[in-house]
T-cell receptor
């Protein structure tokens, strides 16, 4: 089963614009993680935000977490063509060892 | 440093044939190990995970099974493949729960 659901499913923007992707989930979490996947490749971890954190930044990436709304957002500022990829959120439950992924957002950045 | 190896990269198998996909991790001990399947253009479906040798948790009862014969080896198997088993299979590891995961490069399985 998929815990996180990303929105939008696909996003197309011009280079230099900001890209925002959203993730909603259903159950209690310890942390929420964002990953990137280039076509036909494995996933690469981008950022992890714990349930007691509200914002986290890493370079051009910013993540917010609202546990009351059970939602998170990933912002990529000043996007580049190389940011073209699929982005997934993953929820890490408090109990157990499962890491559950959403359906992903396919981002296309046009040069 | 830690690395994860997953092979083969691509596989074409006839319906009814067996399957064995292998994943090994180097440079760490007692990792949590995961098998996911991804349909084209879709998200990741968690199939199995393991927190130790011989300990397998199954999330989706189906035509597949998993085994962990050694600490850093995770195997995904099937006795008889179905067309619906086609997909992109990803192995991942992490040090423990509540940490980041590291993925292999995946195996694209096509059942014909």
């Amino acid at each position: 089963s998929q815990q996180g659901e990303e929105d939008p499913q696909a996003l197309s923007i011009q280079e230099g614009e900001n890209a925002t992707m959203n993730c909603s989930y259903k159950t209690s979490i310890n942390n929420l993680q964002w990953y990137r996947q280039n076509s036909g490749r494995g996933l690469v971890h981008l950022i992890l935000i714990r349930s007691n954190e509200r914002e986290k930044h890493s370079g051009r990436l910013s993540v917010t977490l609202d546990t009351s709304k059970k939602s998170s957002s990933l912002l990529i500022t000043a996007s580049r063509a190389a940011d073209t990829a699929s982005y997934f959120c993953a929820t890490d439950a408090d109990a157990g060892n499962m890491l559950t992924f959403g359906g992903g957002t396919r981002l296309m950045v046009k040069p | 440093s830690q690395t994860i190896h997953q092979w083969p990269a691509t596989l074409v198998q006839p319906v009814g044939s067996p399957l064995s996909l292998e994943c090994t991790v180097e440079g760490t001990s007692n990792p949590n190990l995961y098998w996911y399947r991804q349909a084209a253009g879709r998200g990741l479906q968690l199939l199995f995970y393991s927190v130790g040798i011989g300990q397998i948790s199954s999330e989706v009862p189906q035509n597949l099974s998993a085994s962990r014969p050694q600490d850093r080896q995770f195997i995904l198997s099937s006795k008889k493949l179905l067309l619906s088993d086609s997909g992109f299979y990803l192995c991942a590891w992490r040090h423990s729960r509540h940490t980041e995961a590291f993925f292999g490069q995946g195996t694209r399985l096509t059942v014909v």
